[in-house]
């Protein structure tokens, strides 16, 4: 009988099985209990063949300006600010020679747009100073008028500079918005930007709730306001998913010299009704 050499290699080997069996195990408890009996209607698993989002998913936003906030970055549809690499998508914003900053910000209007279900992202983030990342919707169509009339659904932001730790969830219209948003809350992150963490919403006709790594932080209920519901829940139409890294603004705040990069990492988009 032939006899097995456990080598440094094939232990090795044997070793990196078992930890991404390990951490398998540990991805699918990130998710709640109650995507088992959901349906997975749409997702981005970033595993496409190329280096460029998936074209039939996704836009980019170009520009600058601020973006209303007194951002610093001007997003642009480049490879050097966007791209999919072993398994996951990748928004980098870098500072360039002429010491101007440049990012990516993708969305799915007009592509890929749903009401109600559950949105979970997988995802990690940059915890460098002055950067804002986002996982964020909005209404499709503005069927209520423009901003915050048609309401708009934060996922997570992260500012660093402005919150810690503290990834923040929000929702806002034309009843609340900005600083007196009537839904929005922190929940700590650990390790927010070397480990994967779930950050995810349950959207139905009564109630958004925020949940992270599987569990619930933050809910606002649907009033029902019978004279002007949809100032306080614009939230009855479909709305299309946003991810993006800002740069410095209200949130992100001053940008230290010696930072030259930041990086958002997403390992899937998932969509269950």
């Known amino acids: 009988m ?3 050499l456990w080598t440094g290699p094939f232990l090795a080997g044997l070793f990196a099985a ?3 069996a390990f951490v398998s195990c540990q991805e699918k408890s990130l998710s709640p209990d109650f995507v088992k ?3 997975l209607v749409w997702s981005d698993e970033f595993d496409g063949p190329g280096d460029e989002p998936n074209q039939d998913n996704w836009n980019y936003s170009a520009g600058g300006g601020g973006w209303g906030n007194g951002e610093l970055q001007y997003y642009t549809n480049k490879r050097s600010n966007s791209y999919v690499s072993d398994g996951t998508l990748k928004i980098e ?4 020679d002429d010491n101007k900053w440049t990012s990516a910000r993708l969305n799915s209007r007009w592509k890929k747009r749903f009401k109600y279900g559950y949105i979970e992202f997988r995802a990690k983030l940059p915890t460098e100073k002055g950067s804002w990342p986002a996982l964020w919707m909005m ?8 901003w915050p009339r048609s309401g708009e659904i934060d996922v997570m932001e992260y500012a660093v500079n402005f919150w810690k730790n503290k990834a923040y969830g929000t929702c806002h219209c034309a009843g609340g918005y900005g600083g007196n948003a009537f839904a929005s809350a922190g929940v700590p992150i650990k390790a927010a930007g070397k480990k994967w963490h779930n950050y995810g919403i349950l959207w139905t006709e009564d109630e958004l709730t925020w949940i992270y790594d599987g569990k619930a932080f933050l809910s606002y209920k649907n009033p029902h306001d019978a004279d002007y519901p949809q ?3 614009p939230y009855d139409r479909e709305f299309y998913i946003i991810m993006n890294v800002a740069m410095g603004g209200t949130l992100g705040l001053d940008i230290p010299k010696e930072t ?5 990492e997403v390992d899937y988009v998932r969509w269950y009704q």
Do not use: H, I, P, Q
């Open 260 to 264: 030259k990069k930041c990086v958002m």
């Open 93 to 96: 914003a870098f500072k360039g």
């Open 231 to 233: 100032k306080f829940w």
């Open 139 to 146: 209404s499709d169509r503005e069927a209520y008028g423009s």
């Open 37 to 39: 009996d959901m349906n």
């Open 18 to 20: 078992a930890l991404f």
């Open 2 to 4: 032939k006899k097995t």
